[in-house]
Protein backbone atom coordinates (compact mmCIF):
# COMPACT_ATOMS: atom_id res chain seq x y z
CA UNK A 1 0.00 0.00 0.00
CA UNK A 2 1.08 3.50 -0.81
CA UNK A 3 -0.51 6.82 1.08
CA UNK A 4 -2.40 8.81 -1.02
CA UNK A 5 -3.45 6.37 -3.89
CA UNK A 6 -6.68 5.06 -3.97
CA UNK A 7 -7.00 1.35 -3.22
CA UNK A 8 -8.78 1.16 -6.58
CA UNK A 9 -6.26 1.83 -8.64
CA UNK A 10 -4.25 -1.71 -8.59
CA UNK A 11 -0.57 -2.16 -8.90
CA UNK A 12 -0.47 -2.66 -12.80
CA UNK A 13 -2.64 0.56 -13.55
CA UNK A 14 -0.41 2.38 -11.34
CA UNK A 15 2.41 1.35 -13.36
CA UNK A 16 0.94 2.06 -16.68
CA UNK A 17 -0.68 5.87 -15.62
CA UNK A 18 3.15 6.54 -14.79
CA UNK A 19 4.43 5.22 -18.20
CA UNK A 20 2.06 7.24 -20.37
CA UNK A 21 3.73 9.91 -21.39
CA UNK A 22 2.67 13.62 -22.73
CA UNK A 23 -0.37 13.00 -25.61
CA UNK A 24 -0.64 9.33 -24.34
CA UNK A 25 -4.30 7.83 -23.91
CA UNK A 26 -6.09 5.69 -21.57
CA UNK A 27 -9.97 3.89 -22.09
CA UNK A 28 -12.13 3.23 -19.62
CA UNK A 29 -14.04 0.92 -20.52
CA UNK A 30 -17.82 -0.41 -20.03
CA UNK A 31 -18.76 -4.34 -19.37
CA UNK A 32 -19.88 -4.46 -23.00
CA UNK A 33 -16.50 -2.96 -24.33
CA UNK A 34 -14.74 -5.51 -26.79
CA UNK A 35 -11.49 -4.98 -24.92
CA UNK A 36 -10.01 -7.95 -25.10
CA UNK A 37 -10.02 -7.73 -28.61
CA UNK A 38 -9.35 -4.18 -29.74
CA UNK A 39 -5.74 -4.67 -29.59
CA UNK A 40 -3.90 -2.45 -26.90
CA UNK A 41 -2.96 -3.81 -22.99
CA UNK A 42 -5.78 -4.56 -21.24
CA UNK A 43 -6.03 -3.92 -17.39
CA UNK A 44 -8.84 -5.64 -15.49
CA UNK A 45 -10.80 -4.13 -13.37
CA UNK A 46 -14.33 -6.04 -13.20
CA UNK A 47 -15.42 -5.15 -9.94
CA UNK A 48 -15.25 -1.28 -10.41
CA UNK A 49 -17.75 1.54 -11.91
CA UNK A 50 -16.18 3.89 -13.93
CA UNK A 51 -17.71 7.12 -12.01
CA UNK A 52 -15.01 5.74 -8.95
CA UNK A 53 -12.26 4.47 -10.75
CA UNK A 54 -12.34 7.92 -12.84
CA UNK A 55 -12.49 10.16 -9.67
CA UNK A 56 -9.39 8.03 -7.90
CA UNK A 57 -7.55 8.33 -12.02
CA UNK A 58 -7.45 11.91 -12.09
CA UNK A 59 -5.92 12.75 -8.50
CA UNK A 60 -2.84 11.14 -10.28
CA UNK A 61 -3.46 12.22 -14.09
CA UNK A 62 -3.06 15.19 -15.37
CA UNK A 63 -4.94 15.84 -18.40
CA UNK A 64 -3.21 17.68 -21.48
CA UNK A 65 -4.42 21.12 -22.44
CA UNK A 66 -2.78 20.86 -25.30
CA UNK A 67 -5.35 19.67 -27.64
CA UNK A 68 -9.11 20.87 -28.40
CA UNK A 69 -10.57 17.70 -26.65
CA UNK A 70 -8.82 15.27 -23.26
CA UNK A 71 -11.87 13.71 -22.77
CA UNK A 72 -13.62 11.49 -25.41
CA UNK A 73 -16.74 10.07 -25.03
CA UNK A 74 -18.77 7.34 -26.90
CA UNK A 75 -22.08 9.13 -27.73
CA UNK A 76 -25.44 6.85 -29.05
CA UNK A 77 -27.25 7.55 -32.14
CA UNK A 78 -29.86 9.93 -29.94
CA UNK A 79 -29.74 11.09 -26.56
CA UNK A 80 -27.31 11.79 -23.85
CA UNK A 81 -26.85 8.87 -21.66
CA UNK A 82 -27.10 9.67 -17.68
CA UNK A 83 -23.93 8.45 -16.86
CA UNK A 84 -22.59 11.23 -19.01
CA UNK A 85 -23.54 13.45 -16.07
CA UNK A 86 -21.99 11.63 -13.47
CA UNK A 87 -18.89 12.31 -15.21
CA UNK A 88 -19.08 15.65 -15.67
CA UNK A 89 -19.34 16.15 -12.15
CA UNK A 90 -16.24 14.29 -11.14
CA UNK A 91 -14.71 16.26 -14.11
CA UNK A 92 -15.48 19.41 -13.40
CA UNK A 93 -14.70 18.79 -9.62
CA UNK A 94 -11.09 17.60 -10.20
CA UNK A 95 -10.12 21.16 -11.54
CA UNK A 96 -8.81 20.02 -14.75
CA UNK A 97 -9.54 22.13 -17.92
CA UNK A 98 -11.92 19.58 -19.35
CA UNK A 99 -12.37 19.53 -22.93
CA UNK A 100 -15.12 17.05 -23.68
CA UNK A 101 -15.87 16.04 -27.01
CA UNK A 102 -17.59 12.58 -28.58
CA UNK A 103 -17.26 9.79 -31.24
CA UNK A 104 -19.84 8.04 -33.06
CA UNK A 105 -19.31 3.96 -31.64
CA UNK A 106 -17.22 2.93 -34.82
CA UNK A 107 -15.14 5.81 -34.58
CA UNK A 108 -14.54 5.35 -31.12
CA UNK A 109 -13.65 1.67 -31.63
CA UNK A 110 -10.68 3.54 -33.83
CA UNK A 111 -8.93 6.10 -31.74
CA UNK A 112 -9.56 3.16 -28.65
CA UNK A 113 -7.24 1.01 -30.79
CA UNK A 114 -4.86 3.54 -30.70
CA UNK A 115 -4.81 4.08 -26.80
CA UNK A 116 -1.96 3.21 -24.98
CA UNK A 117 -4.01 0.73 -22.80
CA UNK A 118 -8.10 -0.40 -21.66
CA UNK A 119 -8.84 -0.66 -18.57
CA UNK A 120 -12.01 -3.31 -18.61
CA UNK A 121 -14.32 -2.21 -15.93
CA UNK A 122 -17.41 -3.77 -14.51
CA UNK A 123 -19.54 -0.71 -15.53
CA UNK A 124 -23.40 -1.39 -16.69
CA UNK A 125 -24.06 1.68 -17.65
CA UNK A 126 -24.70 2.07 -21.64
CA UNK A 127 -22.22 4.35 -23.63
CA UNK A 128 -20.20 4.65 -20.70
CA UNK A 129 -16.81 4.34 -22.39
CA UNK A 130 -14.37 7.13 -21.79
CA UNK A 131 -11.20 8.35 -22.82
CA UNK A 132 -8.59 10.68 -21.08
CA UNK A 133 -5.47 11.96 -22.92
CA UNK A 134 -2.74 12.62 -20.30
CA UNK A 135 -1.15 16.21 -20.24
CA UNK A 136 1.78 17.47 -18.40
CA UNK A 137 3.07 18.27 -14.97
CA UNK A 138 4.18 22.04 -14.74
CA UNK A 139 5.34 21.85 -11.50
Do not use: Q
Request: glycine letters at 8%.
Amino acid sequence: MLKGISPLISPELLKVLCEMGHGDEILLADANYPAESCGPKVIRADGLDIPSLLEAILKLFPLDTYVEENVILMSPDKGKPPIWEKYEEILKASGEDIRIGTLPRFDFYDRARKSYAIVATGERALYANIILKKGVISE
